[in-house]
Nanobody, 120 residues
Framework: QVQLVESGGGLVQPGGSLRLSCAASGSIRATYAMGWYRQSPGKQRELVATIDSSGMANYADSAKGRFTISRDNAKNTVYLQMNSLKPEDTAVYYC??????????????WGKGTLVTVSS
């Protein structure tokens, strides 16, 4: 059983910063691509940023210049540093990862999400 657990969400004022963390645990041999997605009420889940095992990152246009994704392969953890937050960044943020299990099978796993609210 593998799970992703997000943390770091909360209430922040416009212009503020938050750092999200997502740790993978379980019978893990390695983690491949990891990423963050978000979903606002009434909207579809959308990509925020992804990062591959070599550290190459990809960002949605809405995140470029404000958000930074990083990872610690030794800890099977991915981070999302969010700066200059706007009210429109309010959403539930979900972690996603392609995980190589000890059984030599790759599973795509989602976390349960962490709520980020940007409001004054």
């Amino acid at each position: 059983q593998v799970q992703l657990v997000e943390s770091g969400g909360g209430l922040v004022q416009p212009g503020g910063s938050l750092r999200l963390s997502c740790a993978a645990s379980g019978s893990i041999r390695a983690t491949y691509a990891m990423g963050w997605y978000r979903q606002s009420p009434g909207k579809q889940r959308e990509l925020v940023a992804t990062i591959d095992s070599s550290g190459m990152a990809n960002y949605a246009d809405s995140a470029k210049g404000r958000f930074t994704i990083s990872r610690d392969n030794a800890k099977n953890t991915v981070y999302l540093q969010m700066n200059s937050l706007k009210p429109e960044d309010t959403a539930v943020y979900y972690c996603n990862a392609d995980i190589l299990l000890m059984t030599i099978r790759v599973d795509n796993v989602w976390g349960k999400g962490t709520l980020v609210t940007v409001s004054s």
